[in-house]
Structures are given as C-alpha cells and as structure tokens.
C-alpha cells in the first residue's frame, strides 16, 4: 500500500455521474528461490480488468514478451563470448506507467476514505488493469532510449546499447530484465540509470530466471539451462518419484487415436499435467516436445490410453532430472535440423513438421508441430517441413544483427533427396504442381543463398 500511494497511483475523486468503478481484490503469493525455499511472501492490490470495456476503458493492449529463443540465444552468446550476466527485479513494474485514458477503481479494501461516493482516478498503470503491461513497457523503452539503447527489429524486448565503447544486451520479461556485458563496470552504469528511474532489485549474476535454473563454468566458457527444480514438483505431484523409468518419452512407432476409453478428468487432472509438460518442452526439454505436442491434441476429449502415455513422459523424465542445455564448446554459430513424418496423425492423416537449430553447441530452437494441410508424398511432407524451418532461419538473420554477427548462409540438414531437389531446381512435376505457391517461398530463398540445405 505504501508504494501505491509513493507512486502517486491514483487521486481520491467523487464519483462522477454514469461511472461505474472498476472493482479490485488482494491477491497474496510465496515467493520461493530456485531450491524452493520461502524467499518473500507478497501481497498485491490489483483491478478487475475483466470487466474493463474496449472503447471506454480502453483502445489498444498489446506489449512484447520477449521470446524463449531470443534468450537462450542470448545465453549461448554469454557463454561463447565470456559475457557477464546480471539480473534485476522491478518492484511494482506496472504501477511506473502512465495511463492515457481516464479510469476509476473503487477504494481499497481496509484503507477506504471519505464515505462510499469517494473512489479512485487512476493515474498510473495497475495490475489488472487490460492496458497495465503496455504502459509499462512504453515507460520503460523511453527509459533506455533516453540511454541510448535501441529494441530489436527481431523481438521487440530485447535492447542493445553502447556503453564504454562495447555492446551492452538487456532482455526484459515484463519486470524482470537480463543484463548482458562485457565487463562488471558496464553492467554497474545499466544498473544505476535503471534505479535512478524505477525502484529495482539488484539480484546479481543471474542463477534462476523465469522459473530455469543457470549455471555456469567460464573457464570453460559453458553455460547450462535446467528446470530441476519444476521437474521434481511435477515428478512429486504424482507420485512417481519411484516409478519404473522409461527410456524414451514415447515408445517408437507410438501413435494416438481420439477413439478410446474416455478419461475421468475429474480424479485425473490430464490437462494440468500435459500443460506443466508443455512448459517443460517449451523452454529446456526439446526431447519431450514431439511426445508432448502429440499429448496436446487430446485436451478437449482425454482418454484412459492418453493418460497412461502422459505419466509415460513423466516416467522418463524422473531419470533425468539434472539434464539441460549446454551452450559453449563449440565454435559452430548456427546449424539447423529438419524432418518430418508421413501422415503420421492417424485421425487426420495430416504429417509432422519438426525441426531444431543449435547455436554454440545447444539447441535454441525447436518445433514438433501438423503441417496445415495433407501431404501427398514423403517428398511433399518434408518439402512443406522446409518452409517452416526457412522461416525460422530467416528470423535468426534478422535477430543476429542486432546481436551483432553476421550469420552468412544458415546451413540446414535434410534426410530426403527428392525435398533437397525441389528446393534448388524450379521442378513442375505431377507430384509438385499442386503444392501451395506459399511454401514456394523456401526455394527462393535458397536460390538467394540465404540458407542452403544439405543432405
């Protein structure tokens, strides 16, 4: 409440005629570190920004979170490049944006003043509110234009700046922010301007963010990227801390069907543990993903099979807990993977695209994921796989840029000869003349030898 009212959030107002005060709650949290230990304990004011409506509350939402790739990216650069790594928590982040439009909330439980006509005109941003995260970030990016960083064209959280003649990284995830330099000193001057402007957390070298554990070795120029500490909750939640360990997430040859024995979700949460899976696979388990994605198409309708094969997943990771991603030990700056199955949905007869890119050494990017339409041939299937996967690289040209090394031609391995053909010859065959033009784009890019696919 204190920080509320140093913030100036809002001003105490009669109620005007025809408003009707957006309502608030207390919302209360244990915050714990990386070893799960109770680190702080939390309370928050927030509003009711459900009820909130377009046009008179507000116009436009949107504010970029920073992408899971961007950041290991960023992580594979630190540990080639010996960077130091800092992070920093800013405290009550929402409440530094200024609000455009012209909001009331009602009085806070507890610390109501002047009868019940009196309420709140918001002033600055507050969580809940549908516009919060928009203010916050356009407050923060004048902050570090003001010190002369500049977002990237790729992803708009991350920023580059110079400071002291070397290239300084900052990579925010709502309030919490990444400081990538060269040099403690450089780091130091980043972290004085931003508390200078906001109240900040000063955390040090980073070791836990966004729930991933960090550890480093700088002799050896490696950094590692676990989720032990999510891994052993979920291992725990259902009580397989002594199951039988599985050897592959899922059997070779395993494919699902949406006939079945229909799953009693009410004693068996399928949908919680295929969603704590998926956030798993999402940010440092790319062996889970393809497992996992397939799982994620039977939320709507789960059955007895679908549950056996998801504590199947879980089964496998009880015997990897420790495993990661390691970037550094390798000089290679960025290689990609591509491959795809044939009709391998047996409901919609729809293929697989799959793909990975590592950088450094670790892989930064991954996808398990239907093609949008059915694949005639093997040849099809991996050629529309290729589309995607030229995307990819194309965002990773973007995104080198701004990180500051040219990635030349991004090399990408293909396992099929008839797909590698098409993709360098203007081939119009009976087997290819049906095939969308927008998956043509690949070709052309690799005729401008933005990336080259090799067998």
């Not at 199947?312 to 970037?327: M, N």
Request: aromatic residues 10%; glycine residues 8%; charged residues 25%.
């Amino acid at each position: 409440m204190r920080s509320l009212l140093e913030n100036g959030t809002w001003e105490l107002v009669e109620r005007p005629k025809g408003v009707k005060p957006i309502l608030m709650k207390w919302v209360y949290k244990v915050k714990r570190d990386a070893q799960g230990n109770v680190e702080r304990y939390k309370s928050r004011l927030v509003a009711k920004g459900f009820l909130q409506k377009q046009g008179v509350n507000f116009e436009e939402v949107y504010a970029p979170v920073s992408k899971h790739t961007t950041l290991r990216v960023l992580l594979a650069i630190v540990a080639q490049q010996d960077l130091d790594l800092h992070q920093l928590d800013v405290k009550t982040a929402f409440l530094n944006g200024e609000l455009e439009e012209e909001i009331y909330m009602q009085q806070p439980q507890g610390y109501e003043q002047g009868g019940p006509n009196i309420v709140c005109r918001l002033l600055r941003a507050l969580y809940g509110l549908r516009q919060a995260p928009r203010a916050w970030h356009r407050c923060l990016k004048k902050v570090l234009e003001d010190l002369e960083f500049v977002a990237s064209s790729a992803d708009a959280a991350l920023f580059r700046g110079i400071v002291d003649g070397e290239t300084v990284w900052l990579l925010v995830w709502v309030d919490d922010i990444l400081v990538a330099a060269q040099g403690e000193e450089r780091v130091a001057k980043v972290k004085a301007h931003l508390t200078a402007k906001f109240d900040v957390r000063d955390l040090g070298p980073a070791t836990y963010f966004l729930g991933m554990e960090l550890s480093r070795d700088r002799e050896a120029r490696s950094l590692k990227l676990t989720q032990k500490k999510l891994t052993r909750e979920l291992i725990n939640r259902y009580g397989l801390v002594d199951a039988h360990v599985r050897s592959m997430p899922l059997a070779a040859g395993e494919k699902f069907r949406k006939e079945g024995e229909p799953l009693d979700t009410v004693r068996f949460p399928y949908s919680e543990c295929v969603g704590s899976l998926l956030y798993l696979s999402v940010c440092t388990r790319p062996d889970i993903v393809h497992a996992v994605g397939a799982l994620a198409r039977y939320m709507a309708a789960p059955t007895v099979a679908h549950w056996e094969a998801t504590l199947g997943v879980v089964r496998y990771l009880v015997g990897i807990v420790d495993y990661g991603l390691t970037f550094g030990g390798s000089s290679e700056t960025l290689v990609g993977y591509c491959d795809a199955d044939y009709a391998g949905d047996l409901d919609s007869r729809r293929s697989t695209t799959r793909y990975v890119f590592l950088m450094f050494g670790g892989a930064v990017s991954w996808s398990s994921r239907l093609q949008p339409t059915v694949a005639v041939s093997t040849v099809e299937a991996e050629y529309l796989s290729a589309g995607q996967v030229v995307k990819e690289a194309l965002w990773f040209r973007k995104l080198g840029v701004d990180l500051g090394f040219d990635l030349g031609h991004v090399q990408i391995y293909c396992d099929n000869q008839g797909a590698i053909q098409l993709l360098k010859h203007p081939i119009a065959s009976q087997r290819s003349k049906h095939i969308d033009v927008i998956h043509h784009f690949a070709r052309e890019r690799v005729a401008r030898r933005e990336v080259n696919f090799v067998f």
